[in-house]
């Protein structure tokens, strides 16, 4: 008789929470850029799952299966091209009537040229400021006022824990435009705070991303560092989107203007 109350306890209060979640994100649009990351399409998989509607935004074309899925629109688009960014955003408001989540997940980190500033060729000073800031730049300036429109909005921008610390490797360029995107959100937050639309951070630190390609090569290095993270672990993709989630949701309605860390304890430790 315990087990079987005990299961219908635990059927209730899954519909309870599968159908609060739904409700939060019923009828939602949302943009992600760098869609076609690990980030990216770990957002885009939650998304699906909860019904909003996705456009996915990168230069490089998801997997199959998401150009196959009628909730997800993708545009393969340069997000450092205003017109062209312009341009898609627009479609795809004009075809939805409102768009209430952007997700940021666009950078690029280049370990051999990102260097010391004393050393760095700005050529790629520069790249990296226009794909990991101004492209946040533009895509504030062409989101937010449709925002408004819906009086509605909700933003996060992945930042990194390299914005909070220095490193005798440096990576000076990324670490820089990583730590101005948390100031600008800050920014944004407070701007349009009156309008109901917030701008929060995440400062992810080791995940296995495309973008750690290197530890395939050299898998010692993921193993050292995984000992020196307290929860013994490098990050996934999920760990990242389930904090967007949180962020986004009216779980997360009064948080704004601020940065998560999700690093498994890394920067905690002395």
């Known amino acids: ?23 939060n994100f019923k009828g939602k649009t949302a943009v992600v850029t760098g869609a076609s990351g690990g980030m990216g399409l770990a957002t885009v998989d939650k998304f699906c799952t909860l019904g909003i509607k996705v456009l996915m935004i990168d230069i490089k074309e998801p997997p199959k299966k998401y150009l196959k899925n009628k909730k997800i629109s993708f545009a393969n688009v340069n997000v450092t091209n205003f017109n062209s960014l312009k341009k898609t955003l627009d479609d795809f408001y004009k ?31 520069e790249k990296v ?8 730049g ?7 006022p449709k925002m408004k429109k819906n009086k509605f909005g909700s933003m996060v921008h992945i930042s990194s824990v390299d914005a909070l ?12 435009s990583k730590a101005a ?6 920014s944004l937050a407070i701007q349009f705070a009156s309008k109901n639309i917030r701008s929060n951070c995440i ?3 080791a995940v296995e991303t495309p973008m750690q390609n290197r530890w395939k090569k050299n898998p010692s290095i993921k193993k050292q560092l995984s000992k020196n993270i307290p929860l013994q672990r490098i990050g996934s993709p999920k760990d990242i989107a389930n904090t967007i989630l949180f962020l986004l949701s009216d779980e997360g309605g009064y948080i704004t203007g601020t940065e998560i860390i999700v690093d498994g304890g890394i920067i905690a430790k002395p």
């Open 1 to 23: 008789y315990i087990f079987f109350k005990s299961i219908i306890i635990f059927n209730i209060l899954r519909y309870i929470f599968i159908n609060h979640m739904k409700l």
């Open 95 to 125: 075809k939805n009537h409102s768009i209430d989540y952007l997700v940021n997940t666009t950078g690029v980190l280049w370990f051999d040229e990102d260097i010391s500033v004393t050393n760095i060729n700005f050529e790629v000073w």
């Open 129 to 136: 400021f226009q794909i990991n800031l101004k492209s946040m």
């Open 138 to 144: 533009y895509l504030a300036k062409l989101i937010i």
């Open 165 to 176: 610390a220095g490193d005798d490797k440096p990576q000076d360029a990324y670490g820089a």
């Open 181 to 186: 995107m948390i100031r600008l959100s800050k």
């Open 203 to 205: 400062l992810p630190g």
